[in-house]
């Protein structure tokens, strides 16, 4: 089927495809700076182990290992996804100048000069995270340690990134939303679950201390369920995030990382419900397989789900900020970004073709029967064609145009790193 066929057929259920597409492409995604080098970043050894909870798995050849890498490698997922882009970055991505160097408490915005002229050659927004992991500082704690030195050393950390946050939407002239997560945690039975909190507590109240412009600088507390050598107790778990948030909404928004939940329990569903209460929330697009492993992101039900919400709650009226967060060492690292970019934008397209309106009077009238007949045949309209038309609008391949490309860039590019 052709895309105007694909266009009548949308037309016929009262979805105007072309309106779709135009929203679409306004929305701002946050692309993870993460993921083209493991988690790694350039501030500390880098082949030392990933800690705090998280992990990669895979040893692909290619690993971007130093900034100029780093950023060849987005310019290529860049080329290669369509819609507004920003770019994630965490401290430890910080970029020093020859022979010098500074702990992360004494990071400055100077260091992220580098990213900033990255962005504002490409028009790219930025967003930001304090790196809590990966550092001879975890006691292993961090924000919630018992030991005021360590403690001390984080929060000044908080303290930086918050500047460094405001320095990087003044100069981007966007938003950047800041995510303060931690791998605080224990891996068997506590003996004080509410000490570390309470600390962890007063360490976010000192780092929100710092002054910023909260249009400019949206602080995120990030929950976890649980990670790999701290199963058995989150110092930031979901209710502790909320409750944070929900206590200090004029200074900070809630973050949901949906690999970061109960296996049964869907961010889909908690979209709303925050939206309920929250003027802003943010997420971490990701896909969790038995556990928060980080998965790249796929065209699937729940992340269908997870952008019908987003979409049919105004979500993306600057009310829901979207980022990915993923990290496969297993398969080429710009094939997976891609990917996983695509498939965030593929279901908000889908969810934008959705003729939400019709489908709510329905449920308001109690209609299932026919609700139920509408919502299954919407499975199989042409989306397809709508997709590749959005790609091609972009200025981008569509679906069967890119993998080429790829594959091209690994020969040349990749495979010469080995
Ligand atoms: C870890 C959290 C966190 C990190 C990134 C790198 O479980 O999801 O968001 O993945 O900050
Ligand atoms: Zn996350």
């Not at 002054?211 to 107790?233: H, R």
Request: charged share 25%; proline share 6%.
């Amino acid at each position: 089927m052709s895309f105007v066929e694909a266009k009548e057929k949308y037309a016929a259920i009262g979805v105007d495809v072309q309106a779709a597409m135009d929203t679409l492409k306004k929305v701002p995604i946050s692309l993870h700076c993460w993921q083209g080098d493991d988690v790694r970043g350039f501030d500390t050894d880098p082949n030392k182990p990933l800690t705090g909870g998280i992990q990669t798995t895979g040893n692909y050849p290619g690993r971007a290992r130093t900034p100029e890498e780093l950023m060849a490698d987005i310019d290529e997922v860049l080329k290669l996804c369509p819609g507004t882009k920003k770019i994630n970055l965490h401290a430890s991505y910080a970029i020093f100048e020859e022979g010098e160097w500074v702990d992360r408490d004494k990071l400055e915005p100077k260091h992220f000069a580098k990213w900033v002229e990255f962005c504002k050659a490409r028009g790219l927004g930025a967003d930001f995270n304090p790196t809590f992991f990966s550092h001879p500082m975890c006691d292993p704690l961090t924000l919630s340690s018992p030991n005021e030195e360590t403690r001390r050393f984080w929060i000044n950390h908080g303290k930086a990134c918050i500047r460094i946050s405001q320095y990087l939407a003044e100069e981007l002239g966007q938003p950047v939303t800041m995510n303060i997560w931690t791998g605080d945690g224990f891996k068997d039975v506590p003996a004080d679950r509410m000490g570390p909190r309470v600390r962890y507590k007063e360490s976010i109240d000192e780092i929100l201390s710092e002054p910023y412009d909260f249009k400019l600088v949206k602080p995120c507390i990030e929950s976890k369920v649980f990670g790999i050598g701290v199963e058995a107790y989150t110092v930031g778990s979901a209710e502790f995030a909320l409750s944070y948030a929900a206590m200090n909404k004029d200074k900070c928004i809630p973050l949901m990382d949906n690999g970061h939940y109960h296996p049964t329990e869907v961010v889909s569903d908690k979209i709303p419900a925050l939206l309920a209460f929250f003027p802003e929330i943010a997420l971490h697009v990701t896909r969790p397989i038995r556990w928060d492993s980080d998965h790249v992101v796929l065209f699937d039900d729940e992340t269908k789900e997870i952008a019908k919400e987003i979409v049919r709650c105004g979500g993306l009226e600057g009310r829901v900020n979207i980022a990915l967060d993923y990290f496969d060492a297993s398969i080429n690292r710009i094939s997976a970004w891609t990917v996983g970019f695509r498939n965030v934008q593929k279901a908000l397209l889908s969810a934008l073709l959705t003729p939400a309106k019709d489908l709510k009077g329905l449920q308001d009238a109690s209609n299932f029967t026919e609700l139920m007949v509408r919502q299954e045949e919407l499975k199989t309209m042409p989306f397809g064609d709508v997709w590749n038309e959005y790609c091609h609008q972009c200025g981008v391949p569509a679906d069967g145009e890119w993998f080429e490309e790829v594959l091209n860039y690994e020969k040349t590019v990749l495979e010469v790193r080995a």
